[in-house]
Structures are given as C-alpha cells and as structure tokens.
T-cell receptor, first 112, second 114 residues
Framework: LAKTTQPISMDSYEGQEVNITCSHN???????ITWYQQFPSQGPRFIIQ???TKVTNEVASLFIPADRKSSTLSLPRVSLSDTAVYYC?????????????FGRGTSLIVHP | EAGVAQSPRYKIIEKRQSVAFWCNPI?????LYWYQQILGQGPKLLIQ????????DSQLPKDRFSAERLKGVDSTLKIQPAKLEDSAVYLC????????????FGPGTRLTVT
C-alpha cells in the first residue's frame, strides 16, 4: 500500500508559482512530512519538513491542513533550474521504527 | 563541511560477478542509509544503520546483498552474484541524530550489469 500519492508530472513556466500536493492518508500521529528534490544524476536533496500548519524557508513553503492527510509544497516564482523530481516522504513503520519511504515522485518541468 | 562520499561513481560488470560499493558519511552522522534507485523510480531503502547496528534491512535481498558498517563510520555494500535486475544507481545517505528524515545524499554509484 503506497504511503504517499503524488501527481506523476507537472508543467509550469518561469516566474509562476508551483504547488505540488501529496496525499498521505495513513500518516502516523507523530510522523513528519518531508520533501526532497532530485536532479538527474544526483542524489536527492532535502528541501523542507513540517508537522502541521505552515513551514517556510528560503526555498519553499509547506502547507499542511489540520487533518494532516495531505500536504502541499509551494515553489514561488520557479525558474528553469527548478526542473527536477520532487518527492514527498512519510514514515513506514517497520520493526518498531518509522522508516522514511520515497514514492515515485513528481517530475516538474519548467518551460521558458 | 564535506559531503557524503561514494566510490566508485560508475561500475560495469557481467552477471554473476561480484561488486562492492563504498560510502563515507558526513562526519558525526550516526545514521547511514543505502538506497537502490532504478531508472524512473524513487529510491528504495535497502538498509539503515544506526552507528554499528542495523535499524532496518527488510528490503535487502539477503541472498545476494550484504552491507556492513565497521566502527560506525564507513560502510560497504556488496552484491554477489549480480543479476541483470541489479542495474541501478546505489545511493548512500547519512543523517544526524535528532533530525528526522533530513538526510544528506552522496552522488551515487551507477551499476550496469550485462
């Protein structure tokens, strides 16, 4: 059973705001939501993490509703260099520990 | 601060041969992860170490894959014998205690099994 569900792909244009939504209906009460970015031929890079409400850093914002069954990664004013795969992670309980689990991710293509 | 180091970056072997990958995590990071990433898919966790101990290896094909982390620092991942379906990028990541899921990844090793 997939822990997270995201759109497979999205297209945008330079300067636009991009919102990528992730569904995680079975998230554990004490679990966090984490987003990563991956460029071709590189390892994933941590973007942002949150537990509830809104988190903002210099790269992105993360919106989490009260029921925590989904989250939205918001990228303000994207550029061509934001073209990448974006992964939403929650924990998968295995052997008493929450193990972060990657899904298939969302491939974002930013057009000029 | 130096990042996660991996070697080699690329490896081509024939099926049934053996191969080993090496990872040096960020200094002071207690947790080390090995992932397998097949083209077009997200990384799949193979094994997670906390210092010297294994936290999770439920997705490690133990009949052919093995991993160790001596002295709680460097780690090696071995495949013996390799199969065609092992062709993938093998990623190593590390994280410090208390930063849940904030992992730092190395550049990966691209393995091609022919």
């Amino acid at each position: 059973l997939a822990k997270t569900t995201q759109p497979i792909s999205m297209d945008s244009y330079e300067g636009q705001e991009v919102n990528i939504t992730c569904s995680h209906n079975n998230i554990a009460t004490n679990d966090y939501i984490t987003w990563y970015q991956q460029f071709p031929s590189q390892g994933p890079r941590f973007i942002i993490q949150g537990y509830k409400t809104k988190v903002t850093n210099e790269v992105a914002s993360l919106f989490i509703p009260a029921d925590r069954k989904s989250s939205t990664l918001s990228l303000p004013r994207v550029s061509l260099s934001d073209t990448a795969v974006y992964y939403c992670l929650v924990g998968d309980l295995r052997g008493g520990s929450y193990i972060p689990t990657f899904g298939r991710g969302t491939s974002l293509i930013v057009h000029p | 601060e130096a990042g996660v180091a991996q070697s080699p970056r690329y490896k081509i072997i024939e099926k049934r041969q053996s191969v080993a990958f090496w990872c040096n995590p960020i200094s002071g990071h207690a947790t080390l992860y090995w992932y397998q990433q097949i083209l077009g898919q997200g990384p799949k966790l193979l094994i997670q170490f906390q210092n010297n101990g294994v936290v999770d290896d439920s997705q490690l094909p133990k009949d052919r894959f093995s991993a160790e982390r001596l002295k709680g620092v460097d780690s090696t991942l071995k495949i013996q014998p390799a199969k065609l379906e092992d062709s993938a990028v093998y990623l190593c990541a590390s994280s410090s205690s208390g930063t849940l899921y904030e992992q730092y990844f190395g550049p990966g090793t691209r393995l091609t099994v022919t």
